[in-house]
Nanobody, 112 residues
Framework: QLQLVESGGGLVQPGGSLRLSCAVS????????IGWFRQAPGKEREGVSC????????NYADSVKGRFTISRDNAKNTVYLQMNSLKPEDTAVYYC?????WGQGTQVTVSS
């Protein structure tokens, strides 16, 4: 059974950092492109970042460029999203995605 499980969310003050993890099971991560998305209350889900199967190519939304870093550890079947210099507008539920598969999401709240 294919499954993606996010973790690492929480409450952090503006300017703080969090690292999200997306643990993948049921398939080998090596051959799949993985994306992170987020959805804030009352807003549509938006793409945040993605990483190619080989990990060579990465892309970021303009709103997170220079602050977020996506990486993958294929040996651990896990993709990470390092989030630095967090802002209140980064508050959302963060999801990881591969093809048609989605995780359940992890809440990130940036507030003082």
């Amino acid at each position: 059974q294919l499954q993606l499980v996010e973790s690492g969310g929480g409450l952090v003050q503006p300017g703080g950092s969090l690292r999200l993890s997306c643990a993948v099971s049921g398939f080998t991560l090596d051959y799949y492109r993985i994306g992170w998305f987020r959805q804030a209350p009352g807003k549509e889900r938006e793409g945040v970042s993605c990483i190619s199967a080989g990990g060579i190519s990465t892309n970021y939304a303009d709103s997170v460029k220079g602050r977020f870093t996506i990486s993958r550890d294929n040996a651990k079947n896990t993709v990470y999203l390092q989030m630095n210099s967090l802002k209140p507008e980064d508050t959302a539920v963060y999801y990881c995605n591969s093809a048609t598969y989605w995780g359940q999401g992890t809440q990130v709240t940036v507030s003082s």
